[in-house]
């Protein structure tokens, strides 16, 4: 469930990626972006890379979000604006929410409820 705190990260992003539609060169890397952050964690969640744990999921996450900007170094040997500022957003707002939601005792008992 805290994995609906990232559907505001993946609108935020998907709503940037619209408006700058405009330049087809940052509209696709915002638009992948918002994938990896709004639907790549639940799907490898429910992939086999569950058994290896959590930080499992992360790590394919983060390698991702990660791939875009490699490949634009590799290739065009610089990395894209657009990638920058949302692998930013994408670190800045997925760890803190977890540590932050996932470990309180508020959000512990919200579960619970919901559970029963």
């Known amino acids: 469930m805290v994995n609906g705190f990232d559907v505001y990260a993946f609108a935020i992003l998907a709503v940037a990626a619209i408006i700058v539609r405009a330049n087809p060169e940052a509209h696709k890397r915002l638009m992948l972006l918002s ?3 709004g639907l790549l964690p639940p799907a490898l969640a ?3 890379l569950i058994h290896l744990g959590p930080p499992a ?3 394919g996450v983060f390698a991702f979000l990660l791939a875009g900007p490699i490949y634009d170094l590799i290739t065009r040997h610089r990395i894209h604006r657009a990638y920058l500022w949302g692998v930013a957003f994408a670190v800045a707002t997925m760890p803190p929410t ?3 939601v996932g470990q309180s005792v508020t959000w512990h008992h919200f579960v619970d409820w919901v559970v029963r």
């Open 98 to 100: 977890r540590i932050a």
């Open 35 to 37: 994938v990896a952050i």
């Open 57 to 59: 999921v992360a790590a």
């Open 46 to 48: 429910r992939s086999p």
